[in-house]
């Protein structure tokens, strides 16, 4: 079974935060590739270049950072789903049915094409804080986090 890790928990495995240990941990126990969208990496890079004008970084800069993602992805232990027609197409359904609920999930895009593309990618847990996420993904039924 495929994890899914949203941009959020995935830069707590780089960048050091109050919860990186759990995360951490989760990846230690877990001895599976966590599988995310392809548009992770740029909202990693970006994440890091903030953290990195913050001073969040410790000792590592953006680029050295982004270099040991890049390195965990060609090792395997990341796997992109890529975007494509079947996720725009899933994201679009995603959207409609957020909408559409009698108790309506105001998921952003970027969040609609991470579900779209853990759903594509027959991903079945999901690992994300993000509220909305969560909320979504118990609404279609399909990931549990």
Request: proline letters at 1%; one cysteine or more; a negative charge.
């Amino acid at each position: 079974m495929h994890e899914y890790w949203d941009t959020s928990c995935l830069l707590k495995l780089y960048c050091r935060e109050a919860d990186s240990e759990h995360y951490l941990k989760r990846v230690e126990t877990g001895k599976k590739a966590l599988w995310t969208s392809s548009i992770t990496g740029t909202e990693l890079y970006y994440a890091f270049l903030q953290k990195e004008r913050r001073q969040e970084t410790g000792d590592l800069s953006a680029r050295e950072l982004f270099s040991d993602y890049s390195s965990d992805l060609e090792q395997g232990l990341i796997v992109h789903i890529p975007l494509g027609t079947e996720v725009y197409r899933k994201a679009r359904e995603v959207a409609e049915c957020c909408y559409a609920a009698d108790s309506t999930v105001f998921l952003r895009s970027l969040d609609g094409l991470h579900l779209a593309s853990a759903m594509v990618g027959g991903c079945k847990q999901l690992v994300t804080d993000d509220r909305r996420m969560k909320e979504a993904a118990t609404m279609l039924g399909v990931l549990s986090s």
